[in-house]
């Protein structure tokens, strides 16, 4: 059973924007890195973005200037801005917590089409 749990997904047209968030208990959330993953048809899950409990990002350099990452640890809660979104940025996306452990949601879908 996920522990993480994802919303915000759905369908969008190019050039629009949709907001991830995951929720996730407070024993993973404040000591982990929480980020954010997807996985298009017929590919391999890629790493798209993280930031540490510290505060410290990384964005993946196909999504760099177009997403961002990051949390409220009052709520337990890690974001994901996509804006610009483009027909590739077709996938289901992941939010995982590690390295305590390795904690990851359900997965929520994201469609860029017209």
């Known amino acids: 059973q996920a522990q993480l749990v994802e919303s915000g997904g759905g369908l969008v047209q190019p050039g629009g924007s949709l907001r991830l968030s995951c929720v996730a208990p407070?024993?993973?959330?404040?000591?982990?890195?929480m980020g954010w993953y997807r996985q298009a048809p017929g590919k391999q899950r890629e790493l798209v973005a993280w930031?540490?409990?510290?505060?410290?990002?990384m964005t993946a350099d196909s999504v760099t200037g177009r997403f961002t990452i990051s949390r409220d640890n009052a709520k337990n809660t890690v974001y994901l801005q996509m804006n610009s979104l483009k027909p590739e940025d077709t996938a289901v996306y992941y939010c995982?917590?590690?390295?305590?452990?390795?904690?990851w949601g359900q997965g929520t879908q994201v469609t860029v089409s017209t």
């Open positions: 995982r917590g590690w390295p305590i452990g390795n904690y």
């Open positions: 930031i540490s409990n510290g505060g410290s990002t």
């Open positions: 407070g024993s993973i959330f404040r000591i982990n890195t």
